[in-house]
């Protein structure tokens, strides 16, 4: 065979238009991430108000009336996670709600006895009042992620945490 041949030979394999191999470096372009566990807060879910007291005004007359709600009953509400997770992940969990979701947010919160919202009823009907701390809630996955940058068996969770004490007020 000849050397042209010999060539085009090669060339057809595809062994003439490989790049060559470093051996110090053999994936110089490969893709790198520091190894460890990670945390990621996809969904933004519904806020809930963890209750701490209700009660409720009916008016049965055919003109509006004025209510005052004072509670009764307090209580805290914690941040929480749906899994169990080691102290440092429950706390990059709880630092992630409150960077990317809403910067309020607290470890703990207190619903005190004695707070008071009022304004007026309609006519022939129940209005009814919730007192106690809103929580921002969440859904997210933590997982191990490798030197090449690819993700270990994702573990799914949901978490909350307290972000203010408020009354909801409804018919």
Request: proline share 5%.
């Amino acid at each position: 065979m000849t050397v042209g041949g010999l060539a085009a030979m090669m060339l057809s394999m595809g062994t003439a238009s490989a790049a060559p191999v470093d051996p110090i470096d053999p994936q110089p372009e490969a893709e790198y991430c520091q190894p460890g566990n990670r945390v990621a807060i996809p969904t933004n879910t519904a806020n809930t108000l963890d209750v701490k007291y209700r009660t409720s005004v009916t008016n049965g007359t055919s003109s509006t009336q004025n209510f005052k709600f004072t509670s009764k009953k307090g209580g805290t509400t914690t941040f929480g996670v749906s899994i169990t997770v080691s102290a440092e992940l429950k706390a990059g969990i709880f630092s992630k709600i409150g960077a990317e979701v809403n910067g309020s947010v607290e470890k703990s919160m207190t619903a005190e006895i004695g707070e008071e919202v009022s304004g007026t009823v309609k006519p022939h009907s129940t209005l009814k009042g919730d007192f106690g701390n809103w929580r921002e809630n969440v859904s997210g996955w933590t997982a191990y992620q490798y030197s090449n940058c690819s993700y270990g068996t994702k573990t799914y969770f949901n978490a909350w945490a307290p972000y203010r004490t408020n009354w909801k007020v409804y018919y």
